[in-house]
């Protein structure tokens, strides 16, 4: 062995290159981020309550209102809520893409801003909103119409006040993904088709669609897992109609004395039910994906809409208006009202709600830990996505794939699996984090390094390698050329990933719920607390605190980076 | 109208057999001035309480600032607390300095596992014995009752229900509200109480009511006074009074059937952090001071130095229904089950 190794030190310039000591490191850290939680649920799921080995807890699956009935409830919402998300984001990518409808960068800019409302508080806006009987729009139904007190046009404690409000924030990621598959369009493909006589339906199906289909279906994926995993808006709504979907079970299991292994079991299906949809995506892009090789074919040609441009920017609009403002606004409303649903005036608007939220003091210490550990995890995991998408980008170093493979293979755990795998991994020795910010931390890494290492993998292959070699011919490493050549080539891209993975730790809720304590509590449980509380006044002033510091900080990380708004990566 | 003293031991004639203690009742301690100044030094108090959210934050404010000190407060249903505090100690975190819950049959489980200090504060010795539990490892420092009641701009009081069944009435379909012995320890009183009194037939029957089902206890009352919901079929007292003392338009209703009392204790942690800080706290929820701020948030008090608004109804005129600890204890987990396949979560 040795003597190996000095003729393999003696056969090269000795020249230690430090990124196979990182790939080692980065490669250990991810599995046992993914591996070690993992391990523990399937152990967990093939054991009882004393230790052994037993298939009861899959044959309690058998019971229908422990397992089956939430469970394709939960199937069902998904489908609906895919399906409704497409039906609205594909026709809406389309206009602003594709057509000459008037302020498409505006309406694209503003599309982006529903990012910034997390949908639990989105939920809670529309119970303000359409609650059979306090909700505004069902009392300015009954007022215009003269209906009876207790008619009503809308009711969101219902399968379908779920699926619309889970629709509403799923909707711009099936947009994002389409709007910018159809800028990428090279529109002369679907030029050579109309030369060579293929009539405008002719072209529309036998090129545009197919082109198309991959991000739709990659979009109607998304909608459907977020839908399928969601935790916060089932239980502010399912649960009060007197139905759980999967997610909601999973952590009723966890009430004194929780039943871990029952819930370890109950997470299986979810987590199988991911991997295969997205192996199914993976298989289905595969056939159908096509190299846009040379996209950059001029501008694409703009569909001229005519007079009928200015109805597709009014239903633009009210997209807008219904998903974006009128959530918002009602938010602002009800935290300055002492009961949410009185009207507004001066004798009932108050500042009771501020003051109950502010006098808790631990919303001060709440809000500490949000933004410690939303930094700390926006700081490291983009750091290492970066990190990794340098080692994989550039297939520097052997075993580039299985980092990848290692990257990515978080996103087929759900929140509240995480949430459970980590609780029991982290509950017992060695690691006993709970009760730490650390076990928040590695939730959040977790959850968000799949997004995070893509979005920086974009960015690395849009960055053309020559730049780099001719450092490393110079004489730098590799780490010294990432330092001084890539990073700040790829200042804005960093930016973005940062500003996504803080986002996305300060927002979740659905692994967080089960790994918090008193000390730990970060907002989005507290916004939870207070909900079960019943204290809609409280959660509107929180939410609103919750949005406010998630611009300043996107703002923030914008400016630092020098770069305008978090675009999507081109 | 003052609160007599015999109402006040017929009222609590239900929490004085939880403890099969062995132990006798410790002497009454005496605050003195070295705790005050070691609690000081703590700086800090952990209170996890289920207590109404207003309530307890005007606790926490009058407590801070009385002795500079800071209290950190988590609030959630007695149920929920029961989770936390169970799910800490099975993973040695012992963050909790004083617990307040309204299921007192929580009191056995932390008892059996060790994890209560007896404390008598002097402040409690003139209460009814029934308010302290015989080893003194509780203290009954408040009450309050499950009611049902009703907005007074959608129901006319002559077509209010007054009774317990009266909620079973079709034309109630849809219109009610209803909390969750999952996550209240009010709630699992009164489902322990009703069940037995009216059979599970009630429930099963209040299931085909549509009820809008929320969580806490307290929450009844606000969806009921934003016009949420026509009629609350449970609501803690002690909520649906401060709301009422604010104006909301509820009118409550005790019914003749009977009206499940809750006890709200506080423990004391053995293995408290802030060992002087969780005393120091104790004795001001024993106190008259403390126990003046929870009657203004319409909690019921033992402290017999104080007088009931006269606009509540008076315990007197209430026939109440008590339930022993152990019972509680005993029955939970069951009682919880039960209702999830009633009522479907």
């Known amino acids: 062995m040795s003597l190996s190794l000095n003729r393999l030190a003696r056969g090269r310039t ?326 949410v649903s009185d009207p507004w005036s001066l004798q009932t608007i108050t500042w009771d709600n501020v003051r109950l939220v502010f006098s808790l003091n631990n ?134 990933t940062w500003c996504f993975v803080f986002i996305g730790a300060i927002r979740e809720l659905s692994a967080t719920i089960l790994l918090t304590t008193s000390k730990t509590k970060v907002i989005s449980v507290l916004i939870y607390d207070l909900n079960e509380g019943g204290q809609l006044g409280g959660i509107a002033v929180l939410g609103l605190v919750l949005m406010a510091v998630t611009t300043v900080v996107v703002i923030a990380a914008n400016r630092l980076a020098n770069v305008g708004a978090m675009a999507p990566e081109r | 109208m003052s609160i007599s003293r015999r109402a006040v031991l017929t009222a609590t004639a239900g929490f004085a057999v939880a403890g099969s203690a062995k132990a006798a009742r410790p002497d009454p301690t005496v605050l003195t001035q070295d705790v005050i100044t070691a609690a000081k030094k703590e700086g800090t108090i952990a209170w996890y309480t289920a207590d109404d959210l207003v309530l307890a934050t005007q606790v926490s404010k009058s407590f801070e600032a009385k002795y500079g000190m800071t209290v950190q407060l988590e609030r959630s249903g007695a149920e929920r607390i029961y989770q936390r505090i169970g799910q800490e100690y099975s993973s040695d975190i012992s963050a909790v300095d004083v ?54 701009r959608l129901v006319k009081a002559a077509d209010a229900p007054k009774t317990w069944t009266d909620l079973l009435d079709p034309k109630w379909k849809g219109k009610l509200v209803k909390a969750h012995p999952g996550y209240s320890g009010a709630i699992t009183n009164e489902t322990y109480a009703l069940s037995h009194l009216l059979g599970w037939e009630f429930y099963e029957k209040l299931a085909k009511q549509d009820v809008l089902q929320v969580q806490s206890a307290t929450d009844p009352p606000m969806r009921t006074a934003q016009g949420e919901r026509a009629v609350m079929a449970d609501a803690a007292e002690v909520t649906s009074l401060r709301l009422i003392g604010q104006g909301a338009p509820l009118v409550l209703v005790y019914p003749g059937e009977g009206v499940p009392v809750v006890g709200v204790g506080s423990v004391l942690m053995l293995k408290a952090p802030r060992p002087n800080a969780a005393r120091l706290f104790m004795h001001y929820l024993a106190s008259s001071e403390c126990q003046k701020i929870n009657m203004e948030q319409g909690s019921r008090s033992f402290d017999n130095t104080l007088t009931e608004p006269a606009s509540w109804t008076p315990l007197s005129k209430i026939k109440l229904l008590y339930n022993d600890p152990a019972d509680l204890a005993r029955e939970a987990e069951e009682i919880k089950k039960r209702y999830s396949q009633i009522f479907g979560v």
């Not at chain 1, 939920?123 to 119409?145: C, D, E, F």
């Not at chain 1, 289909?213 to 977020?226: S, V």
């Not at chain 1, 020559?466 to 330092?483: M, N, T």
Request: proline letters at 6%; charged letters at 10%; glycine letters at 8%.
């Open chain 1, 14 to 339: 000795i020249h230690f290159d430090l990124s196979l000591v990182l790939l080692g490191f980065a490669g250990v850290f991810l599995a046992f981020l993914v591996l070690l939680p993992l391990g523990w649920l399937a152990v967990f799921s093939l054991t009882n309550e004393s230790g052994a080995a037993s298939w009861s807890n899959f044959a309690a699956l058998g019971d229908a209102s422990l397992f089956l009935h939430p469970f394709l409830t939960t199937l069902g919402i998904a489908l609906c809520v895919a399906t409704l998300a497409c039906g609205v984001a594909v026709p809406l990518a389309w206009l602003v893409a594709r057509t000459n409808v008037p302020f498409r960068r505006t309406l694209r800019g503003l599309i982006m801003t529903s990012f910034i409302t997390p949908p639990f508080i989105g939920a809670v806006a529309w119970v303000l909103l359409a609650a059979p009987n306090s909700g505004l729009l069902n009392q300015y139904y009954r007022l215009i119409t003269g209906a009876g007190p207790f008619d009503h046009l809308f009711n969101i404690f219902s399968a379908e006040g779920i699926v619309f409000v889970m629709a509403s924030y799923a909707f711009p990621y099936v947009f994002v993904l389409t709007a910018n598959t159809l800028d990428r369009m090279p529109y002369d493909l679907e030029e050579a088709s109309a030369i060579l006589g293929g009539g405008r339906w002719h072209t529309f199906r036998r090129v545009t669609v197919p082109m198309v289909l991959p991000a739709l279906l990659a979009g109607f994926l998304i909608a459907f897992l977020q839908a399928m995993t969601q935790f916060g808006t089932p239980a502010i709504l399912a649960l009060p109609a007197g139905f759980h979907v999967l997610t909601t079970k999973i952590w009723s299991l966890f009430q004194y004395p929780p039943k871990t292994h029952l819930a370890a079991a109950c997470a299986m299906p979810l987590l199988l039910v991911t991997i295969l949809l997205l192996r199914g995506e993976k298989y289905l892009l595969g056939r159908r994906g096509f190299t846009m090789i040379g996209g950059k074919a001029g501008t694409p040609q703009l569909t001229t809409l005519g007079l009928w441009r200015w109805p597709a920017l009014l239903a633009a609009l009210f997209v807008l208006f219904v998903t974006v403002l009128l959530p918002n606004l009602v938010l602002i409303r009800a935290s300055m009202l002492r009961t």
């Open chain 1, 363 to 496: 919303t001060v210490s709440t809000l500490r830990n949000t933004l410690i550990v939303g930094t700390i995890s926006a700081t490291v995991g983009a750091a290492f996505s970066v990190l990794i998408a340098s080692l994989t980008a550039r297939r520097a170093v052997p075993g580039h794939r299985f980092l990848g493979f290692l990257a990515t293979a978080p996103a087929a755990v759900p929140g509240i699996v995480l949430g459970v795998a980590l609780f029991i991994g982290y509950t017992r020795p060695p690691f006993q984090l709970y009760g730490t910010l650390w076990i928040l931390l590695l939730a959040f890494l977790t959850i968000e390094m799949p997004p995070a290492y893509q979005q920086m993998q974009a960015a690395f292959r849009g960055l053309n390698p020559e730049l780099e070699d001719a450092s490393r011919i110079l004489g730098a490493g590799r780490l010294k050329s990432l330092v001084s050549i890539v990073a700040p080539l790829l200042k804005s891209s960093v930016a973005a």
């Open chain 2, 99 to 152: 617990a307040t819950t309204s299921d007192l049959g929580h009191t056995v489980s932390w008892r059996k596992s060790g994890w209560l200090a007896p404390f008598v504060p002097a402040e409690a010795a003139h209460w009814t014995d029934a308010a302290i539990a015989p080893d003194g490892l509780y203290l009954v420092d408040k009450f309050t009752l499950v009611v049902p009641g009703y907005n007074s």
